[in-house]
């Protein structure tokens, strides 16, 4: 099967200590050129929804950390936050 988040595979070191710890179940993928993440799968939200997602991220600023955060919202939903709060940061 597909790995467990915080349990087996490649997502056996993301999502610990997460509401998607357990729940999430995905594949991720990743090119180095171009630069290219994703991950996609099925999750189970709290309020016991089955969610199905896909998050494909490219360009030079590819990184696992907004593919996670995006995740653990999933796991809110219906009670997730607002978009903007998932979009890219200025690191500045």
């Given at each position: 099967?597909?790995?467990?988040?915080?349990?087996?595979?490649?997502?056996?070191?993301?999502?610990?200590?997460?509401?998607?710890?357990?729940?999430l179940f995905a594949?991720?993928?990743?090119?180095?050129?171009?630069?290219?993440?994703?991950?996609?799968?099925?999750?189970?939200?709290?309020?016991?929804?089955?969610?199905?997602?896909?998050?494909?991220?490219n360009g030079n600023?590819?990184?696992?950390?907004?593919?996670?955060?995006?995740?653990?919202?999933?796991?809110?939903?219906?009670?997730?936050?607002?978009?903007?709060?998932?979009?890219?940061?200025?690191?500045?």
């Amino acid at each position: 099967g597909l790995p467990v988040a915080a349990k087996s595979g490649t997502l056996q070191k993301r999502f610990r200590g997460t509401v998607a710890e357990g729940a999430l179940f995905a594949k991720t993928g990743s090119l180095e050129k171009p630069p290219v993440a994703s991950l996609a799968g099925f999750m189970r939200s709290k309020q016991g929804a089955t969610l199905t997602f896909s998050f494909i991220q490219n360009g030079n600023d590819t990184t696992v950390v907004l593919h996670d955060e995006m995740a653990e919202a999933l796991a809110d939903y219906p009670a997730a936050p607002d978009l903007s709060d998932l979009a890219p940061h200025d690191a500045n």
